[in-house]
């Protein structure tokens, strides 16, 4: 069973294609369970989301392709919600959606995966800054609120490498990530950006498995072709690790299926 529930849209300013077309292109892919997680609302970094007001259009858009596509793929609804503290918002943590995908993109604001602020690594100790970044994914999992872990290493994609072992660093983060019930998704986006490995690295994913942390897949497409992109590399990536399931969700709850 092939599952890809990372996905965006036209909606959120930085990405091209339509909905439509993503569907078909992962029909293509032989993807079988297709989803949506577009950038949720919030008021800040406005210019790369959609809008409080294109909740509805998005949700009614996805629904109606669902239904449209039904025999030939099954599609799920999410959003992307960014963990930051001041600026999540009730009317996207409750909305009515398969699942909520809880990433950090902001550490104090600083947008440190947009290469346009790369400069915010210069004259900063790297170990200090991955700590804080792994301590808000351990507030995010905390908040008891997301249903998966997006690109949990993502730091890593500039090749800004910790040196201190980045087990030590992620683990309470992993801890609180197992309590929360959370999955953690193998994105294939970092196939594409300088560090050329999905997220999460090899060390990351054997502390999951060790922990029975449940994992799912995402694409993170921002156009047509990269719908289900180096697909076959992750789901092998998974397996090496010893992983044989993944999930998905419906309302919120969870599905395991055989990988
Ligand atoms: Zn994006
Ligand atoms: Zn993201």
Known sequence: MR???HNHTPLCNHATGRPREYIIKAIEEGIDIYGFSDHAPMDFDKKYRMSFDAMKSYEDEILSLKNEFQDRVDIRLGYEVDYLKG????KVLSAKVDYLIGSVHFLDNWGFDNPE???GY???DIDTI???YFNAVEQMAKM???NIVGHIDLMKVFNFLPK???RLIAKNAIKEIKKAGMSVEINAAGYRKPVKEQYPSKYILE???EANIPITFGSDAHSIEQVGLNYTRALEFAKSIGYSNCVSYINKEMQLHKI
Do not use: A, P
């Open 3 to 5: 599952v890809d529930l």
């Open 87 to 90: 600026h999540m918002f009730e």
């Open 117 to 119: 602020y790369i400069k």
């Open 122 to 124: 210069e004259g900063r």
């Open 130 to 132: 991955w700590q804080e």
């Open 144 to 146: 008891g609120r997301f």
């Open 164 to 166: 201190k072992d980045i």
């Open 207 to 209: 502390v999951c498995y």
